[in-house]
């Protein structure tokens, strides 16, 4: 299958600094990205989806002055964490695909806010 | 609107006995679902997919599944469980109207006992 790369796989900051994670499609072109947050033993959520060159689109409940999503090119997208706190920990994990493709995920990020 | 159903939290079984973990979707369009695994603080895999082509479907590591419409059900199946099958799985169900963004069930935790 195609290869989606994830980029940290675990990053730990400081509360109140910004964190981005990348999410990249090495083969493919990725006409759409997704991000999900997962909680500790609990299912993925979808946090934002993101068509290259438009604003992303955020599921109810995200704020998304908090996550920035940038997706300025076909095999690029990232995720911002802005002014992180300790609530903010989680595994982040980005997916991308294209009008041929199913969706392939990057590896995770583990997020851990100090 | 588009969801997914994951009957049991937690199965356990036997290793070399048969595995089932059950999924009900619901969806207006013709859905394409998915079966992920999870092992422990790692990324997800994709098991199998069903987008309207063959009922039956066959994936990685002697798993299967069958899409019965009439049940609106997608149970994934494996006739001998390996210890090394113990991990969390995910059914996923992805349509049009959601931009074929993947919907995640809440996951089930597979558990092999010697």
Redesign the interface.
């Known amino acids: ?1 195609a290869v989606v790369s ?1 980029h940290p796989s675990r990053v730990i900051c400081k509360s109140g600094t910004s964190v981005k994670i990348e999410c990249r499609s090495l083969d493919f072109q990725a006409t ?1 990205m ?1 991000w ?1 947050r997962q909680f500790p033993k ?5 946090m934002a ?1 993101s068509n290259e060159g438009s604003k992303a ?1 955020y599921e109810q409940g995200v704020e998304k002055d908090k996550f920035l999503i940038n997706h300025a090119s076909l095999t690029l997208s990232t995720l911002t964490v802005t002014s992180a706190h300790p609530e903010d920990s989680s595994f982040y ?1 980005c ?1 991308a ?1 294209n009008r041929n493709t ?7 990020t ?1 997020l851990t806010v100090v | 609107a588009q969801s997914v159903t994951q009957l049991d939290s937690h199965v356990s079984v036997s290793e070399g006995t048969p595995v089932l973990l059950r999924c009900n979707y619901s969806s207006s369009y013709s859905p ?1 679902l ?1 079966w ?1 695994v999870q092992h422990p ?4 895999q ?1 098991l199998l ?1 069903y ?1 309207s082509a063959a009922t039956l479907v066959k994936g990685i590591n002697g798993f299967e599944a069958e899409f019965k419409k009439s049940e609106t059900s997608f149970h994934l199946t494996k006739p001998s469980a390996h210890m090394s099958d113990a991990a969390e799985y ?1 059914c996923v169900v ?1 349509d049009l109207h959601s ?9 089930t935790s597979l558990l092999v006992t010697p």
């Open positions: 299958g994830q759409t997704f999900y609990q299912s993925l959520m979808l989806t689109t994990i997916s695909r199913e969706a392939f995920f990057g590896q995770g583990r | 394409s998915f992920y603080n790692k990324g997800l994709l997919k987008t995910f992805s931009g074929y963004a993947l919907n995640f069930g809440k996951g």
